[in-house]
T-cell receptor, first 111, second 112 residues
Framework: EPEVTQTPSHQVTQMGQEVILRCVPISNHLYFYWYRQILGQKVEFLVSFYNNEISEKSEIFDDQFSVERPDGSNFTLKIRSTKLEDSAMYFC?????????FGPGTRLTVL | KQEVTQIPAALSVPEGENLVLNCSFTDSAIYNLQWFRQDPGKGLTSLLLIQSSQREQTSGRLNASLDKSSGRSTLYIAASQPGDSATYLCAVRAGNNRKLIWGLGTSLAVNP
């Protein structure tokens, strides 16, 4: 059964550094998403992407964040200058229409 | 602003018991509701999706119901097994946008 995959599974970075989190959505899915979950808190929506552009973004998704679908299969989330509060589990998801299917997540630790 | 609440926060039951997990949302104008399972340190596995026009959905031992007017959904797990131990999350999609708004989850422990 097709799955959403994410790499790396764990990323440790220094505050102020740039990180790129990578995702391979399920092929033939049309919609792509990034969410994050800070330890002990609710999952939070970051951004949705459709037809090669952002369709919606949350207040969290400020100028430090960007998304890209560089080659028709990968979907990336870039954080330009990481902050301590960016430490979280980042989940990528894709959907053909309604049901969203999630990857295993990338645990980002900012020191 | 849509808020999603899940009660109880934690639940421990003996194996074989039938159980109900609750999810409530403040704005009844939802498009659909999705139930997920999260194992410790792992991703989010979709269990069931209920459209706003539906009353319930079933998958194996799982049955999810939706009462949009009262802002409630329940996830019924029949004949629970230790392998059902996980955190169960509900998430609602509101209106035309596709973002999911999440509850904090119910942590379920099924004891052999």
């Amino acid at each position: 059964e097709p799955e959403v995959t994410q790499t790396p599974s764990h990323q440790v970075t220094q505050m102020g550094q740039e990180v790129i989190l990578r995702c391979v959505p399920i092929s033939n899915h049309l919609y792509f998403y990034w969410y994050r979950q800070i330890l002990g808190q609710k999952v939070e929506f970051l951004v949705s992407f459709y037809n090669n552009e952002i369709s919606e973004k949350s207040e969290i998704f400020d100028d430090q964040f960007s998304v890209e679908r560089p080659d028709g299969s990968n979907f990336t989330l870039k954080i330009r200058s990481t902050k301590l509060e960016d430490s979280a589990m980042y989940f990528c998801a894709s959907s053909p229409l309604d049901t969203q299917y999630f990857g295993p997540g990338t645990r980002l630790t900012v020191l | 602003k849509q808020e999603v609440t899940q009660i109880p926060a934690a639940l421990s039951v003996p194996e074989g018991e039938n159980l109900v997990l609750n999810c409530s949302f403040t704005d009844s104008a939802i498009y659909n509701l999705q139930w997920f399972r999260q194992d410790p340190g792992k991703g989010l596995t979709s269990l069931l999706l209920i459209q706003s026009s539906q009353r319930e959905q079933t998958s194996g031992r799982l049955n999810a119901s939706l009462d949009k007017s009262s802002g409630r959904s329940t996830l019924y797990i029949a004949a629970s097994q230790p392998g059902d131990s996980a955190t169960y999350l509900c998430a609602v999609r509101a209106g035309n946008n596709r973002k999911l708004i999440w509850g904090l989850g119910t942590s379920l422990a099924v004891n052999p």
